[in-house]
């Protein structure tokens, strides 16, 4: 008997939960309902969402509408879409993840006070360059932080001048650290360094669990969107425990000759995924199994 086991701590976060949750609740309405971007970086649950009437539009059909209502997903946005906002007549439905809505708070006052100050300083937000979170991030300095991915990056820093060190919430705890320690290493004995880990817990302790799931498991199916950010990191912790692990989108990419001589199957997923499309891939492979 084949066991699956699916993880308990994966699926949506608390910040896509709300979004998703107030959505449903004015698509209720009746009224019609844009979303600015993917409400989440999930195919599927975009599309269930859809049938349901909510409209995910871009940015530059946001700049055209007028007297409509817009869904401003958890990811956050910068201070320029609430102006066009307000030029508009758009009703805003906010549903910014309040840890991310901290954050930009956070940032906005760092960049005014060094605005008003004479200091050769600068902002630095890691993050994923044309993330919608960074986007929103650095729109709170006007466009002057400067983004970096990697420790590469941080080399290619100007270290002469005050720094301040912020991170997007769903980046590695791991690389934010290094990130710190060079700094401190190579910044100029006459420069000032600051960093902040705005790191949000409920994602970053996912790791250690989904790494202790995976380890756990013969065979590990990880679903997820394929443009999920999260997604990405989580699965090649999976990777690192397991070298038998699949990223798959939908039961639809399962290659059933991975089930042969398994005894235990995990399915776990990003922040993005939903409990109901990982249920669906259960589902599927017990029925799968009882046909052998």
């Known amino acids: 008997m084949v066991k699956i086991e699916i993880d308990e701590e994966s699926g ?17 309405e009746g009224s019609p309902l844009y979303c600015l971007g993917d409400i989440v970086h999930n195919s599927r649950e975009v599309e269930r969402l859809k049938q349901n009437g909510l409209n995910t539009i871009e940015h530059e059909d946001f700049s055209k509408l007028q007297g409509a209502r817009v869904l401003l997903r958890a990811h956050g946005e910068p201070p320029s879409t609430y102006q066009t906002a307000i030029h508009n007549h758009i009703n805003i439905i906010d549903a ?3 840890v991310v809505l901290h954050l930009q708070q956070r940032i906005k006052q760092q960049y005014l006070r060094l605005k008003s100050s004479s200091s050769d300083s600068q902002i630095i937000i890691y993050g994923k360059n044309g993330h919608a979170e960074v986007l929103g991030l650095v729109g709170q300095t006007e466009g002057h932080a400067i983004v970096i991915e990697h420790l590469d990056d941080a080399k290619k820093l100007n270290l002469s001048k005050d720094t301040y060190l912020y991170s997007q919430t769903t980046k590695s705890l791991v690389g934010f650290r290094e ?11 006459q420069a000032h360094f600051e960093y902040f880990d705005t790191i949000c817990r409920q994602v970053a302790n996912r790791i250690p669990n989904i790494r202790k799931f995976a380890s ?9 969107g394929k443009k999920s950010s999260n997604g990405k990191m989580l699965f090649s912790e999976c990777l690192s425990v397991n070298s038998n692990s699949h990223l798959i989108d939908s039961k639809e990419e399962i290659d059933l000759s991975l089930l042969n001589g398994v ?3 995990g399915i776990c997923g990003a922040t993005s995924t939903p409990k109901w499309a990982m249920e669906e891939v259960s589902d599927f492979l017990k029925q799968s199994l009882q046909k052998n």
């Open 216 to 224: 756990s498991h013969d065979l590990i199916f990880f679903v997820s």
């Open 263 to 265: 005894s235990s199957i």
């Open 96 to 98: 910014t993840c309040p």
């Open 179 to 189: 990130v710190v320690e060079y700094i401190n290493q190579h910044i100029s004995p």
């Open 12 to 28: 949506f976060c608390f910040g896509v939960v709300k979004a998703i949750h107030k959505a449903e609740e004015e698509l209720a």
